[in-house]
């Protein structure tokens, strides 16, 4: 059996990039392929903070829901927007090798950063609990919309900087001179990967998607999703995770802060790589003894408000 597959993706420059790149690995496999671009929620409403609409999984929805209807096959998502509850009947078909985990500041200047004042955008609880932990003194405002239009509200702007994924910006070629690496910043978990997801039941598509998987990265970000789905219990919070391997042993640092980023809770763990099946689960029960519990509870309230 040959059919062509539909590949659902997000309409952002971005969004498309990564669809084009899922595209041509299958095309080399000798697939057929179309793509199939769909405006999602989280993009038409770029007034509101993403926590404020409390919608989980905001970007990657609409695009279930075209699975689902049958009007795609198979949909790419940035990893770090995927819930870690997929919808019933949807499952990962491949997760792509992954690019840079890294956030960056786009600035207009490093003075500040020795200064009591700031100005600094960023639309993530996580980015903005973790800059605050460092500059308390800094200011943090809300920035939505694609890697583009937050480009370009920064330039508009009189704010020192902003924060973005490096891999976004490095994909698509617009990363400029003027950044650092904030290399003290724990990442989102599975930031920098691409999930591709199918039906359960279409066998032809996950059957093609297997040759796309890159395991070292699979291994990786499903230990983070894992600290994050037993951490966050569907709640959005600022929580770090990350885990790479290195010589047959995976590395973990995850980190759970209050929305004000006075409080931080951290876990570090090194295990063999064959040991490392409940790592994720194991790291964030330690962060829910140690206060975790009640922090998470405290962020639940303010939220939910």
Known sequence: MSKVIRIGTRDSELALWQAKTVQN?????????ELVPVKSTGDLNLDQPLYEMGIT?????????????????????????VPTALPKGIVEGAVMKRASNKDILIHKGIEFLD????????????????????????????????VNTRMQKLNDND?????????????IEIKPENYIDLNWMIPAPAQGAMLIVAM???????????????????????????FLRVLEGGCTAPIGG????ENSKVHFKGALFSLDGQKKIEVEKVLPLEETKNMGR??????????????????KSVLNS
């Open 159 to 171: 704010w020192n900087g902003a924060i973005f994924a490096a891999a976004g910006l490095e994909r």
């Open 115 to 146: 200064e009591k004042e700031g100005t600094i955008a960023t639309g993530s609880l996580r980015r903005k609990a973790q800059w605050l932990n460092k500059y308390p003194q800094h200011k943090v405002v809300d920035l939505r919309g694609n």
């Open 200 to 226: 359960e039941e279409d066998e032809y598509c996950r059957k093609a998607l297997t040759m796309l998987n890159h395991q070292e990265s699979e291994i990786c970000v499903h230990i983070e999703r894992e």
């Open 57 to 81: 999984g905001i970007f990657t929805k609409t695009l279930d829901v075209a699975m689902i209807k049958g009007e795609v096959d198979i949909a790419v998502h940035s990893m770090k927007d």
């Open 25 to 33: 690995a299958l095309e080399k496999t000798g697939h057929k392929t």
């Open 242 to 245: 990350l885990a790479r391997i």
């Open 282 to 299: 194991d790291c964030a029960r330690k962060i829910l003894e140690n206060g975790g519990k009640e922090l998470m509870s405290s962020i």
